[in-house]
């Protein structure tokens, strides 16, 4: 049995000691007189120094105890991983000079060539693989453009920017969703010639890992002709879907400018201040906004300039009242995120 006695006071401590002594010879009960220490300052305990001070760890239990086997272990795991990585290394390096004997530099392409596809890769929708044709195509080669609005004199622009990249027109023959995703976010830079069936990755010049506020898009405007939104192959408006899901996640307003419309209504032709009025030009943007999922009031129709010599004010106010919107919707998400 192991006691401990502690006390506020020596002359209260001898005190205490000598009642547990005496408590112990009436029960006839002994203590061996080596194994007793009396009025220390400090005593050990289950590894720890009980003093007048507090409690504290015992120096001589605290110590780690070096164990030869594990670090020999170790050390021939590290040797192990770096013989591996040294083999690895080396198999890459001769891997690659194999395949160099067959690889050839990447033909240059430039905006507006045409490029025919091979299918070995990609996963068609053909009953069998063997009637698939090797090639298809032909694909144009798209840019994305940036826009700036000058103002006054040389120089001077206007505080935004439009980025015009072409349109969708089918899976096979557009630019890939994740494209038109990063563009965005900003992640794509000016100048960019994308590819209808790969899309930009994090190596190219042309990729920016970290975009700030002003490279993303502030306000996503599509352009749709008037007299073919009712002959657009559902394909072409699941894709606009898609794009326009992924810009409402990231809190982007979106407009539709809707253009051709003398084209579309013989009544507008005559008289553009009657496009309001116009029963087939709602019907299209009613159609439009059912397709899209967007709202009537972010739909711009316009009339475009392809065969006037002069300036056209009816024309100006339509195009300039959708622009006067498409600037407001940017400016409010650039309110809201900074």
Same mark, same amino acid.
């Given at each position: ?28 009960? +002994? ?7 009396? !009025? %220390? @300052? &400090? ?6 120094? /009980? ?108 505080? +935004? ?7 969708? !027109? %089918? @899976? &096979? ?6 494209? /038109? ?158």
């Amino acid at each position: 049995m192991t006691s401990l006695f502690f006390s506020c006071s020596l002359q209260v401590h001898i005190q205490h000691v000598r009642r547990v002594l005496q408590r112990l010879l009436e029960n006839q009960l +002994f203590a061996k007189a080596e194994k007793c220490s009396f !009025h %220390n @300052q &400090s005593v050990p305990f289950l590894g720890h120094i /009980i003093s007048v001070e507090g409690i504290c760890m015992d120096p001589a239990k605290s110590s780690e105890a070096a164990v030869p086997s594990v670090q020999a272990f170790i050390s021939r795991c590290r040797r192990t991983w770096r013989r591996a990585r040294e083999a690895l290394l080396r198999t890459r390096e001769c891997t690659k000079r194999l395949a160099d004997r067959r690889r050839a530099e990447a033909p240059r392409y430039i905006c507006g060539q045409r490029v025919w596809l091979s299918t070995k890769n990609l996963p068609l929708k053909v009953p069998f693989k063997k009637l698939a044709p090797r090639f298809i195509g032909p694909y144009p080669i798209v840019k994305c453009n940036t826009y700036k609005m000058k103002k006054g004199e040389a120089g001077f622009f206007y505080p +935004f920017t439009f980025t015009d990249i072409a349109g969708i !027109h %089918n @899976q &096979s023959n557009s630019i890939m969703a994740n494209d /038109i995703h990063r563009l965005l976010n900003g992640h794509i830079i000016d100048g960019y010639t994308f590819n209808p069936v790969s899309s930009i990755t994090e190596d190219d010049p042309k990729y920016k890992r970290n975009p700030i506020l002003k490279d993303r898009i502030h306000c996503l405007v599509a352009v749709l002709p008037a007299i073919t939104v009712s002959l657009m192959h559902e394909e072409v408006f699941a894709q606009m879907r898609a794009v326009r899901e992924k810009a409402r996640d990231l809190g982007i307003p979106q407009a539709i400018i809707m253009t051709k419309v003398d084209e579309a209504c013989p009544l507008v032709k005559e008289n553009l201040e009657k496009i309001y009025k116009s029963k087939r030009i709602k019907q299209k943007m009613d159609d439009c906004s059912s397709r899209l999922g967007v709202p009537m009031s972010f739909i711009y129709p316009v009339k475009n300039y392809h065969e006037e010599h002069a300036i056209n004010v009816k024309m100006d106010v339509l195009i300039l009242d959708a622009l006067q919107n498409i600037v407001n919707f940017a400016n409010d998400y650039v309110e809201a995120h900074t």
